[in-house]
């Protein structure tokens, strides 16, 4: 399915207030799975309080023993530092990567902002190498911006 037609589906599942914010991410997190089909794993991150850390709030795909990353660490790390989008074509070419499954071949990771603050990050893994573009980046933003609106 096109990107731009999962869109109105997002902001459908957001707007629902009969749901928790917790199960309306986790809604967009198997739309997003179960609709784009490099689209193998699909969580959220938030920052966990005040600690220098992040906590998964909620996810679709296999199990993680990732529930807890520190800044630095890994790719969702990383952005928790840089505030920057991090697109990893290949994750074996990368030193600081946390490995959530042997079959995960690239990751994107794009910060959440409220406020002007980081607070968290969409982070999806793929067991297709090389999978992600510009536009999976613009779709990836535009369901943060959104999200934010819930929170």
Not at 22 to 34: A, N
Request: hydrophobic share 40%.
């Amino acid at each position: 399915m096109l990107l731009e037609n999962l869109k109105p589906k997002v902001i459908t599942i957001l707007n629902n207030n009969e749901l928790s914010v917790t199960d309306r991410l986790h809604e967009v997190c198997i739309l997003l799975k179960e609709n784009v089909s490099y689209y193998d794993w699909v969580g959220f991150y938030f920052k966990n309080g005040d600690k220098e850390e992040l906590k998964l709030r909620t996810y679709a795909g296999l199990e993680t023993d990732h529930e807890i990353i520190p800044f630095g660490k890994g790719i969702c790390g990383q952005v928790a530092l840089s505030n920057e989008n991090f697109v990893v074509p290949d994750v074996k070419a990368q030193d600081n990567y946390i490995a959530c499954s042997i079959d995960v071949k690239s990751e994107i990771v794009i910060p959440l902002f409220k406020d002007g603050k980081n607070i968290g990050q969409i982070d999806i893994d793929s067991d297709t190498a090389d999978p992600f573009t510009e536009k999976d980046e613009r779709f990836l933003e535009f369901i943060n911006q959104e999200v934010a609106k819930i929170l």
